[in-house]
């Protein structure tokens, strides 16, 4: 099959958008599709252009930098580009990750030659609205807006994934003309046969400082506002208080709220036990899932969370909030807890049961590799691939070359 991505997000941005459109583009690859992600340019002058990552194609549309996350770049009207790309690769069909100006653009399009399109929706309006604190008092106004034109958005395609029930029960909310279009989850899915539970590797310790005596909380993904690292600090910090174990918390990852975290632990006093890593390639982050003993998301907003899905498969219980779709990743007494959103309190209590208790962190991260076993990679990719061939079968190509 000839299968066109379009990606407003892409490598090598990190966010779950960009991570999972690379994996699925070089697992498709791997297994003999020919493979064309539509990305926004990460160059600074913003212009477009062709290149390869891998085995598959990126053709990079003009962009301009997104002011509420840092190191992201948007194209805000790609039209004329897409239309070009999607003329020229004679895709079989088309998979949209996103409703930004990619996205828009390549529905357009494809929706204009008849070519079959798939849309996954990874996002709900607090990953934007969070980081907009001056929109709050609308915010409620604005999700509702938003998630409506999500919705319309997704109602152009001829069948709809997202990652968990969970993400689909938000979305179709007394809704009742999304069931009309298909609709199912699919995981995001991760290669489990790269996140193991075996031992770290030296170098991490030694290249980020992390203390080697030490038992180690750890969160993996991007520092902005929407993911309440905040919260997760200030638990940790009660956490010191309260145990004679040595601990320290790991911050892997880097965004617009950095320095804001930095500056609340040196305030709280708690610099010398918490390690900011910055941004980092993906290989480390492989070795950093193994550092890590226990696995902390404090996020509100995530419709499935690859980062905890690395870390289960690499042996840790996971602390969570209740909140987005972790429900469907972290049970309580069976792999970790589940705490309220924004109580610190709660996931202090949480994180020190398995700080204080060794044989419950094992128990607990056996578990969770169980978990995470039914996430495989190669399972969504299977998904995807009947997917494609369903809507392939429904539709004929009215491309411009093959109207002549």
Aim: glycine letters at 6%.
């Amino acid at each position: 099959m000839k299968i066109l991505i379009a990606a407003d997000l892409h490598w090598p941005t990190i966010n779950g958008v960009a991570v999972f459109s690379r994996n699925l583009a070089k697992g498709l690859a791997d297994r003999g599709h020919e493979v064309l992600v539509i990305a926004p340019s990460q160059r600074r002058s913003g212009r477009g252009g062709e290149e390869t990552d891998g085995n598959y194609l990126i053709r990079r549309t003009m962009s301009v930098p997104f002011p509420l996350y840092q190191n992201f770049r948007i194209s805000v009207a790609p039209q004329r580009e897409v239309k070009k790309i999607i003329e020229e690769f004679e895709p079989d069909v088309v998979h949209i990750q996103m409703l930004l100006g990619i996205g828009q653009a390549t529905m357009r399009y494809a929706q204009r030659y008849n070519i079959p399109v798939v849309t996954t929706n990874h996002a709900i309006p607090e990953n934007l609205l969070d980081n907009i604190r001056m929109l709050a008092p609308v915010s409620k106004q604005l999700s509702y807006l938003i998630t409506e034109y999500g919705a319309r958005f997704h109602k152009k395609a001829d069948f709809v994934t997202m990652p968990t029930q969970a993400a689909i029960d938000m979305l179709t909310n007394g809704r009742k003309d999304l069931p009309d279009v298909p609709i199912k989850p699919v995981s995001n899915g991760i290669d489990l046969s790269r996140f193991q539970p075996t031992a770290p590797s030296d170098a991490m310790y030694k290249k980020f400082s992390i203390p080697k005596d030490r038992l180690v909380i750890d969160y993996v993904g991007r520092l902005d506002s929407e993911k309440h690292i905040h919260v997760l600090i200030d638990a940790f910090n009660s956490v010191l208080k309260r145990t004679s174990k040595p601990v320290h918390l790991l911050i892997v990852g880097g965004g617009t709220d950095a320095e804001r975290l930095e500056n609340h632990v040196y305030e709280l006093g708690i610099h010398e036990h918490v390690t900011f890593t910055g941004r980092v390639t993906d290989d480390e982050i492989v070795e950093l899932h193994k550092v890590g003993d226990i696995f902390a998301m404090p996020s509100p907003a995530e419709l499935q969370c690859i980062a905890a899905l690395e870390a289960m498969s690499s042996g840790k219980p996971v602390v969570a909030v209740n909140a987005g779709a972790l429900y469907e990743l972290c049970q309580t007494d069976r792999n970790g807890y589940l705490c309220e959103k924004d109580d610190d309190a709660g996931i202090a209590d949480a994180l020190l049961k398995l700080v204080e208790d060794d044989e419950l962190r094992t128990k607990f991260g056996l578990e969770s590799q169980k978990i995470a076993a039914t996430h495989d990679m190669n399972h969504t990719l299977d998904q995807f691939e009947e997917i494609y061939k369903q809507v392939i079968a429904t539709k004929t190509h009215l491309m411009p070359q093959r109207l002549l």
